[in-house]
């Protein structure tokens, strides 16, 4: 008699592919989570500008200036946060988010480092360390 004890190759090949249906499942849903967290980043920008740009209203008793909202911003933030042409840049970590701002509430004339006030806040995007 063969007293012999272990997995025949049919019930390896099973677990094999048990496994790998289980794995095809799971991949999925941890690949978005990445963009789930890019996605919860690029709000929290946006909305601490947007409430620095309430803040800064209600002391100034007026439409910020870029640089005023940039302090704005920088009081509260434990990043790096910057002025550009284009807006509010927030640097966290190797992580650079820019918070577009607009000189009319409509949000459509962009600013530039000459525009007198930010009437707009936008939704921020994620763009790539230079």
Request: charged share 10%; net charge negative.
């Amino acid at each position: 008699m063969n007293n012999e004890s272990g997995f025949t190759l049919i019930e390896l090949v099973a677990v094999l592919v048990i496994l790998s249906l289980l794995g095809a499942m799971a991949v999925p849903r941890f690949a978005s989570v990445q963009d789930d967290a890019l996605r919860a980043a690029l709000d929290g920008s946006s909305n601490a500008v947007k409430s620095a740009h309430s803040i800064a209203i209600a002391n100034y008793k007026r439409l910020p200036t870029l640089t005023e909202l940039v302090a704005e911003v920088s009081g509260g933030a434990a990043a790096a946060v910057s002025s550009n042409a284009d807006g509010v840049q927030i640097t966290v970590g190797s992580n650079n988010y820019l918070v577009p701002t607009f000189t009319d509430s409509t949000c459509s004339s962009a600013t530039s480092s000459g525009s007198p006030t930010v009437a707009c806040v936008g939704t921020a995007s994620s763009t790539p360390l230079p």
